[in-house]
Structure formats: structure tokens, C-alpha cells
Nanobody
């Protein structure tokens, strides 16, 4: 059974940077298909980065990358804004809101001065 473990979140000031990590265990599949989601308080979970596609709200600031040797997917987040505050998750999009695996615990990102 695949397990997804996200880490790297924290409290950062506006304009700061964070790098999130998602370690995948329990199965072999192409990390190229992994995406990053986020869910802000009171809002629906949204896909923000997948392969080479990015949500308009993060385009030019966030970058997804992978290290196959470490079974890890990263999300480099620069020029962070208060509206980036959310719990961030990794998973593989299937269709619409459907994802391939059970959700991990996520990692909290808070952007505030």
C-alpha cells in the first residue's frame, strides 16, 4: 500500500521561501505523475502543481521537481504570499477531484508577518 508523507511546511514571512517534500513508499510508480495540492481553511482542496502545469495563482513562483533515487517529490515555493497559507498534500490526480492514493497528513504552510 502506497504511503505519502509530506513535510517541510512552517511559518514564513511574505516574500519568503519553503521547500516541501513528499516521500513515497510502498510501491513503484512514476513520480512524474505526482502532483501537489493545497487546502486553505474553508476552501476546497485544489491542485496547484502537476508535471509542468501550475495553477495561475502560483505560476512563476512554485516549481515541482523529483528525485527518483529518493522516491521524493518536492515543491519549491518562492515569493510566498499570505494567500498561499494552506495545508499542502501530494497525490496523483486521476480525474476531477479523484486521486490515486489515500491522502497523507499534509504539511501546514503559514505565510504571515
Amino acid at each position: 500500500q502506497v504511503q505519502l508523507v509530506e513535510s517541510g511546511g512552517g511559518l514564513v514571512q511574505p516574500g519568503g521561501s519553503l521547500r516541501l517534500s513528499c516521500v513515497v513508499s510502498g510501491s513503484s510508480f512514476s513520480l512524474d505523475t505526482m502532483g501537489w495540492y493545497r487546502q486553505a481553511p474553508g476552501k476546497r482542496r485544489e491542485l496547484v502543481a502537476h508535471i509542468t502545469s501550475y495553477a495561475d495563482s502560483v505560476k512563476g513562483r512554485f516549481t515541482i521537481s523529483r528525485d527518483n533515487a529518493k522516491n521524493t517529490v518536492y515543491l519549491q515555493m518562492n515569493s510566498l504570499k499570505p494567500e498561499d497559507t494552506a495545508v499542502y498534500y501530494c497525490n496523483v490526480p486521476v480525474s476531477g477531484s479523484l486521486v490515486r492514493f489515500s491522502w497523507g497528513q499534509g504539511t501546514q504552510v503559514s505565510v504571515s508577518s
